[in-house]
């Protein structure tokens, strides 16, 4: 199991945020979270990612306890894009992506970085970003330009199986932006990535999840094959909403439709 | 491959950059060591300096010019840089730990907090049975100044600092208040004071170059030197910081460890200045800045041009000083402040102008 966590409680000033929750992600597939506002999905990212620690259970990367692992070792084989980025300062967006190989400084090349930049760049087609300054980008095209530097982050070498967890990835993206960057998920984890995503819509999240993860106050309420989890009951019991579910037209994936 | 080149262009530009700020910094230290009450030409300065060590005069010059410029001008211009090195490299690695460019040790306080504890030994030091005199006194000072900077950097973080993010608005006015109640302290000290140590604490405030020995010099020299040339090496975490501190956790940084070195280097730096030097404000805030307008932000290219820039900007401010009002001085804070207020305010209005807050 490539990202496994057990029992994991949180709570902050005596409210219990999260209890119980058990997760796990193998590589080559993409899990997606989903959930209403408030019910612990930034702060079960925050979990997973090693950013906040658990007050009770455990989350392990490749069979080994988060905190055991050298930051820089973590780094190379996993990484995170967070919702947006605060970075102010003008950077150019190629400077942005290449510091993702920030932990490979010792192991890998300058030469070689510059290649896998270059490579990333490509991969989320945003060359002509490169020598653009950051600030002044537009939020689809940070998220790109966030998306090549997780990539060159976690570029593969050696054939170690590497994790991509994406913290509501699509906030602040219109709608052909949204799916452009939920297919790159996909893709990735077509490519023996692990991709763990929360999200908000359950659609987004149906169309291209292997698995769903329904998290409701605190607790994982349903967690499987999409079609087993979204079911009209689930749905209705986490988000407090009268759906039906129906099939999508073309690729017959269950879709929500509010009543 | 247009990227590739375009790095190289860049690449090139900032060794080239650097070059001139060095080359900058020579020019501005010998004019320094030279102009004054009594004028050295260059060359003059150079054979002087190639005598003492050893080389053999190259031109002729007076032995009373020697004396100026060994005993008077050349500890005071050697501060000067130490100083100016240690203001802007400790501002740039600050507004790097803040993620905010109007992080400057003398506006959030810490400047004032060191000179409130170095004010303190000096005056309860003098009134102390076992007064403290001579070396002892010089050694403590500093100490006393970067403790007092440490606390104060300390405390900000930690009042400015929440769930990883710094907000803006609460550094600068818990700036504002440490200012305020480290300026109530120090005039406090000033109404209990004598004649002599009156002299001593105006200069803390006002700030000045005069008077160093090379003793003293000696003394605070590692603790300017030691923190500006070890936070070089801290350019690359330096760099994921200002992507926010989550970020650079996971781009593999051990975060919590590069914060408290920087706002140790920063205290240390910041504190042995202060204590020969009194409060010299805005040099830790207008030389980054001047670095990241013509070199972008990143840290490695920054924090050795703020180095030479802040060296050179400090030699040419005092130069400035000594000679504007001759035969009186003027102290170097009021000339600092001077133009870096005025620069302050453009910033401020240039950072609106491009809603980058």
Redesign the interface.
Same mark, same amino acid.
């Given at each position: 199991m490539l990202l496994e966590a057990r029992a994991l409680r949180f709570a902050r000033r005596d409210r219990s945020i999260l209890d119980g929750v058990s997760l796990a992600v193998e590589a080559g597939e993409l899990l997606v979270v989903i959930g209403p506002n408030g019910a612990g999905k930034s702060t079960l990212l925050h979990l997973l990612s090693g950013a906040l620690a658990p007050a009770d259970g455990e989350v392990a990367f490749d069979g080994q306890p988060l905190g055991t692992w050298p930051r820089a070792a973590l780094a190379r084989r996993r990484a995170v894009l967070p919702q947006s980025s605060e970075l102010s300062f003008p950077f150019r967006a190629v400077e942005v992506v290449l510091m993702g190989r920030s932990a490979h400084a010792g192991t890998s090349s300058q030469a070689h970085d510059r290649e896998v930049v270059r490579q990333a760049l490509e991969a989320v087609d945003a060359q002509h970003l490169a020598e653009r300054v950051y600030p002044t980008l537009s939020g689809g095209e940070r998220q790109r330009v966030q998306l090549a530097r997780v990539l060159a982050q976690i570029w593969p070498h050696g054939g170690e199986a590497r994790l991509l967890l994406l913290d509501e990835p699509t906030n602040n993206l219109d709608l052909s932006h949204q799916h452009q960057l939920l297919r790159f998920a996909r893709r990735l984890a077509d490519r023996e990535v692990g991709v763990l995503a929360v999200l908000h819509d359950p659609n987004l999240a149906a169309l291209y999840a292997d698995r769903l993860a329904v998290l409701a106050e605190g607790h994982i309420l349903s967690e499987g094959p999409v079609a087993e989890v979204l079911t009209e009951e689930t749905v209705g019991r986490a988000f407090g909403l009268d759906v039906a579910v129906r099939p999508h037209p073309l690729s017959g994936t269950p879709q929500l439709f509010t009543i | 491959? $247009? =990227?590739?080149t =375009?790095?190289d262009r860049h690449a090139a530009r900032v060794r080239l950059a650097l070059l001139g700020l060095a080359a900058l910094l020579v020019v501005a230290f010998l004019l320094s060591v030279g102009i004054g009450a009594v004028r050295i030409a260059p060359l003059e300065v150079l054979s002087i300096l190639a005598e003492r060590l050893g080389l053999g005069p190259l031109v002729a010059h007076e032995p009373m010019e020697a004396a100026v410029v060994l005993s008077i001008r050349l500890p005071r211009a050697c501060l000067a840089v130490l100083v100016g090195a240690a203001l802007a490299v400790a501002g740039a690695a600050m507004q790097g730990l803040f993620?905010n $460019?109007l992080a400057d040790p003398g506006l959030i306080g810490i400047s004032t907090g060191a000179a409130l504890s170095a004010a303190l030994v000096i005056v309860l030091g003098g009134a102390l049975p076992l007064a403290l005199t001579g070396l002892l006194r010089d050694a403590l000072l500093p100490l006393a100044a970067f403790v007092g900077g440490l606390a104060v950097t300390w405390l900000v973080y930690r009042i400015a600092s929440r769930d %990883?993010?710094t907000e803006v608005a609460t550094m600068l006015l818990a700036g504002i208040a440490i200012n305020a109640v480290a300026g109530a302290g120090i005039g406090l000290l000033i109404f209990a004071s004598d004649d002599q140590a009156l002299r001593d604490l105006n200069f803390w405030l006002l700030g000045s170059l005069g008077g160093v020995t090379w003793d003293r010099l000696l003394i605070a020299a590692p603790f300017m030197l030691a923190p500006a040339l070890a936070a070089l090496w801290l350019a690359?975490p330096l760099? =994921?910081l /200002? &992507? %926010?501190e989550?970020?650079a956790?996971? /781009? %593999? &940084?051990?975060v919590e460890r590069v914060k408290r070195l920087v706002v140790v280097l920063s205290a240390l730096a910041v504190g042995a200045s202060v204590a020969l030097t009194g409060v010299i404000g805005f040099v830790g805030l207008v030389v980054p800045h001047l670095v990241?307008l013509t070199l %972008? $932000?990143?840290h490695r290219a920054l924090l050795p041009a703020a180095l030479m820039l802040g060296a050179t900007l400090l030699l040419l401010a005092d130069l400035l000083a000594r000679n504007l009002v001759l035969p009186a001085e003027l102290p170097i804070g009021i000339l600092t402040s001077c133009v870096g207020g005025p620069f302050f305010l453009w910033l401020l209005l240039r950072r609106r102008g491009l809603g /980058?807050w």
């Amino acid at each position: 199991m490539l990202l496994e966590a057990r029992a994991l409680r949180f709570a902050r000033r005596d409210r219990s945020i999260l209890d119980g929750v058990s997760l796990a992600v193998e590589a080559g597939e993409l899990l997606v979270v989903i959930g209403p506002n408030g019910a612990g999905k930034s702060t079960l990212l925050h979990l997973l990612s090693g950013a906040l620690a658990p007050a009770d259970g455990e989350v392990a990367f490749d069979g080994q306890p988060l905190g055991t692992w050298p930051r820089a070792a973590l780094a190379r084989r996993r990484a995170v894009l967070p919702q947006s980025s605060e970075l102010s300062f003008p950077f150019r967006a190629v400077e942005v992506v290449l510091m993702g190989r920030s932990a490979h400084a010792g192991t890998s090349s300058q030469a070689h970085d510059r290649e896998v930049v270059r490579q990333a760049l490509e991969a989320v087609d945003a060359q002509h970003l490169a020598e653009r300054v950051y600030p002044t980008l537009s939020g689809g095209e940070r998220q790109r330009v966030q998306l090549a530097r997780v990539l060159a982050q976690i570029w593969p070498h050696g054939g170690e199986a590497r994790l991509l967890l994406l913290d509501e990835p699509t906030n602040n993206l219109d709608l052909s932006h949204q799916h452009q960057l939920l297919r790159f998920a996909r893709r990735l984890a077509d490519r023996e990535v692990g991709v763990l995503a929360v999200l908000h819509d359950p659609n987004l999240a149906a169309l291209y999840a292997d698995r769903l993860a329904v998290l409701a106050e605190g607790h994982i309420l349903s967690e499987g094959p999409v079609a087993e989890v979204l079911t009209e009951e689930t749905v209705g019991r986490a988000f407090g909403l009268d759906v039906a579910v129906r099939p999508h037209p073309l690729s017959g994936t269950p879709q929500l439709f509010t009543i | 491959m $247009p =990227a590739v080149t =375009a790095d190289d262009r860049h690449a090139a530009r900032v060794r080239l950059a650097l070059l001139g700020l060095a080359a900058l910094l020579v020019v501005a230290f010998l004019l320094s060591v030279g102009i004054g009450a009594v004028r050295i030409a260059p060359l003059e300065v150079l054979s002087i300096l190639a005598e003492r060590l050893g080389l053999g005069p190259l031109v002729a010059h007076e032995p009373m010019e020697a004396a100026v410029v060994l005993s008077i001008r050349l500890p005071r211009a050697c501060l000067a840089v130490l100083v100016g090195a240690a203001l802007a490299v400790a501002g740039a690695a600050m507004q790097g730990l803040f993620r905010n $460019p109007l992080a400057d040790p003398g506006l959030i306080g810490i400047s004032t907090g060191a000179a409130l504890s170095a004010a303190l030994v000096i005056v309860l030091g003098g009134a102390l049975p076992l007064a403290l005199t001579g070396l002892l006194r010089d050694a403590l000072l500093p100490l006393a100044a970067f403790v007092g900077g440490l606390a104060v950097t300390w405390l900000v973080y930690r009042i400015a600092s929440r769930d %990883g993010r710094t907000e803006v608005a609460t550094m600068l006015l818990a700036g504002i208040a440490i200012n305020a109640v480290a300026g109530a302290g120090i005039g406090l000290l000033i109404f209990a004071s004598d004649d002599q140590a009156l002299r001593d604490l105006n200069f803390w405030l006002l700030g000045s170059l005069g008077g160093v020995t090379w003793d003293r010099l000696l003394i605070a020299a590692p603790f300017m030197l030691a923190p500006a040339l070890a936070a070089l090496w801290l350019a690359r975490p330096l760099n =994921a910081l /200002l &992507f %926010g501190e989550t970020e650079a956790l996971h /781009l %593999g &940084f051990e975060v919590e460890r590069v914060k408290r070195l920087v706002v140790v280097l920063s205290a240390l730096a910041v504190g042995a200045s202060v204590a020969l030097t009194g409060v010299i404000g805005f040099v830790g805030l207008v030389v980054p800045h001047l670095v990241r307008l013509t070199l %972008g $932000p990143d840290h490695r290219a920054l924090l050795p041009a703020a180095l030479m820039l802040g060296a050179t900007l400090l030699l040419l401010a005092d130069l400035l000083a000594r000679n504007l009002v001759l035969p009186a001085e003027l102290p170097i804070g009021i000339l600092t402040s001077c133009v870096g207020g005025p620069f302050f305010l453009w910033l401020l209005l240039r950072r609106r102008g491009l809603g /980058l807050w």
